[in-house]
């Protein structure tokens, strides 16, 4: 399948380069995009992509593939309005926008939208345990805990290429657009801790929304929210799960801390499943699965398969264009998850006096 990448920064070179490198049975990077030509004759060069462009629209326009990576940050709302347009298949790294207008603008069209940890192995194996031990029904308790280093940190191995020739006249254009679509979100009146608090939930958080939506269904009521320390600093999140029982999610910016660590446990009658996942950015380390259960006797069974989650995804797009399998998110997903962050917001908001409006009032 002849694809094209838009964005060619950190998540592209350190993950999406090497593993289509090494699926080249399954796909041919024919073109590349980026604000920074730099950046785009560097992916360009370790794909062997003839088009490098600067701009989505002469992309989508010179066309010669049949699908498209969206892959860029910030909001990817109206690029990914463009490709669908334009008739292309279209993956799109979450979030898949900062607004519910841009997700109605959508037209219809082949999206995913990619939560890797919805492909992980050992995540696809605790939702089949689940379902043994009877659904969603059964649980008491969902506890998430997210230890988040900086990026710097993260990526240090990855011997990125920098980008350094772009017009700061048009990123700061591009960033008074993005604080123009945070403000039909938020109101124009929200003030900057709200907008912080938005951004970590469709950032980061975001990606713990997604595993709620396939072990529970999204949380229709968010009951209390509370951040602590300098921004990005702490987040505290809970509220109750749809079919019983309640969720809490507590994240934590901590600059320099060792690794990145993410812990997500169901409880539930006779035991637990405990999720610990590695830093995203290291290919094929794996997820650990423990499994506690036992009556009067503890029993604990780990579970890891090395199999890298990004890779099952690109090959979830692939069978999704060429075969029909739904994917696992799609736009309706993507927008539950725009609103529970937007419900996050409002709470916040509602609990410390502060102002807010928009689609979240």
């Known amino acids: 399948m002849k694809i094209a990448l838009v964005g060619c920064g950190a998540v592209t070179q350190a993950v999406y380069v090497p593993l289509l490198s090494r699926r080249r049975d399954l796909f041919e990077v024919t073109a590349v995009c980026d604000l920074s030509q730099t950046l785009a004759d560097a992916v360009g060069d370790r794909l062997g992509a003839p088009g490098r462009y600067t701009a989505v629209g002469d992309m989508l326009e010179a066309g010669g593939f049949d699908a498209v990576l969206m892959l860029a940050s910030g909001s990817h709302g109206e690029p990914v309005r463009q490709a ?26 082949r999206l995913m939208v990619g939560y890797m940890k919805q492909y992980d192995p050992a995540v ?23 230890l988040h280093p900086s990026g710097e940190s993260q990526l240090a191995f990855a011997n990125l290429t920098q980008a350094r020739d772009v017009d700061p006249e048009l990123l700061a254009s591009l960033r008074e657009a993005e604080n123009g679509l945070v403000s039909q979100a938020l109101g124009e009146s929200a003030p900057d801790e709200v907008r912080a ?49 309640r969720f809490g999610i507590r994240w934590h910016y901590l600059e320099d801390y060792p690794a990145y660590r993410e812990t ?39 579970w890891r398969d090395v199999t890298e989650a990004f890779e099952v995804q690109l090959a979830a797009f692939h069978a ?12 309706a997903g993507a927008l539950e998850d725009i609103v529970t962050a937007q419900r996050i917001a409002a709470r916040f908001a509602v609990q410390h006096d502060l102002q807010i409006g928009g689609e979240a009032a």
Do not use: Q
């Open 124 to 146: 696809r194996r605790a939702e089949e345990l689940l379902a043994e031990l009877g659904g969603p029904g059964v649980i008491r308790s969902v506890e998430v805990t997210v």
């Open 264 to 302: 997500v446990v169901i409880h539930h009658d006779r035991g637990s499943l405990e999720l610990v996942f590695p830093a995203p950015y290291l290919m094929n380390a794996p997820t650990t699965l423990t499994v506690v259960s036992g009556a009067g006797a503890e029993s604990r069974t780990e």
């Open 320 to 331: 999704f264009v060429n075969d029909g399998k739904p994917p696992l998110t799609g736009a």
């Open 197 to 245: 608090l938005y951004g970590v939930a469709l950032g980061s958080i975001c990606h713990d929304l997604s595993l709620l939506r396939r072990f529970t269904g999204s949380p229709a009521e968010i009951s209390h929210v509370e951040t602590w320390g300098a921004a990005p600093g702490s987040v505290e999140i809970s509220g109750p799960l749809p079919a019983g029982g």
């Open 84 to 109: 669908l347009a334009a008739g292309y298949a279209v993956l799109c790294e979450k979030p898949l926008a900062l607004t519910r207008a841009e997700v109605a603008a959508l037209p219809e069209g």
